[in-house]
């Protein structure tokens, strides 16, 4: 993908825009397409949500990584990071130090993934802790990240307040994790409620 694609999208009906750290440590010119689709999200005043989502193996070194993504990172309104990643891009395990690291270069709202404790969520105003949901037998991470995120953007979309949205996340991250693949366990809405009534 390049920067002459993004600028062919039209954005005029879109809400919401989310961008991960995958498709900058691709190729130069998918890291300049990602650029640019965050600075005319920006532009058009679209609601814009980062997930770092570190692979390592994906990057040239390590400090190239960590510069590109708090670099787009500082663009979103949202940042998603999870605890570990936190170590790597804002250089402590301290889920509040985290948050005003992002919230220093402009983030509003950071939600840092704590695995089975939840999340923690620091917007300009408040910031709390929102449980996890007990699983019994993890089967498989992968996609349990995508599945927090979806669970927190569509009840964005939807018209929920953050805490709610929050608390999907964690039914869907919880979900997905006791399924095998990247998103084979993402649920419908009547098995997402359904899971979060029994919890």
């Known amino acids: 993908i390049a920067p002459e694609e993004i600028e062919a999208i039209d954005l005029t009906e879109v809400e919401l825009v989310h961008v991960t750290g995958i498709p900058p440590a691709l190729s130069q010119s998918a890291r300049e397409a990602t650029f640019r689709l965050m ?14 989502n570190l692979r390592p193996a994906l990057w040239e070194d390590g400090e190239t990584m960590r510069t590109v993504i708090n670099r ?23 889920r509040e130090e985290a948050a005003d ?18 999340a923690y969520v620091q917007t300009e105003k408040e910031q709390y802790d929102v449980a996890g949901y007990p699983v019994e037998h993890v089967v498989d ?9 979806v669970g927190i953007l569509s009840g964005i979309l939807e018209g929920q307040d953050l805490k709610t949205s929050v608390k999907r996340g964690n039914a869907i991250g919880a979900i997905q994790v006791m399924n095998i693949g990247d998103n084979e366990g993402l649920p419908t809405q009547e098995e997402l409620k359904a899971f979060q009534e029994n919890k």
């Open 39 to 52: 600075d005319r999200a920006k532009e058009a005043g679209i609601f814009l949500t980062f997930d770092p």
């Open 72 to 94: 787009l990172a500082a663009k979103a309104d949202m940042v998603l990071p999870g605890i570990g990643e936190c170590e790597v891009l804002a250089g402590t395990k301290s």
């Open 101 to 118: 690291f992002y919230q220093k270069l402009g983030v509003k709202t950071v939600i840092v993934k704590d695995g089975a404790k939840g």
């Open 141 to 149: 991470t992968v996609g349990a990240g995508d599945g927090f995120a």
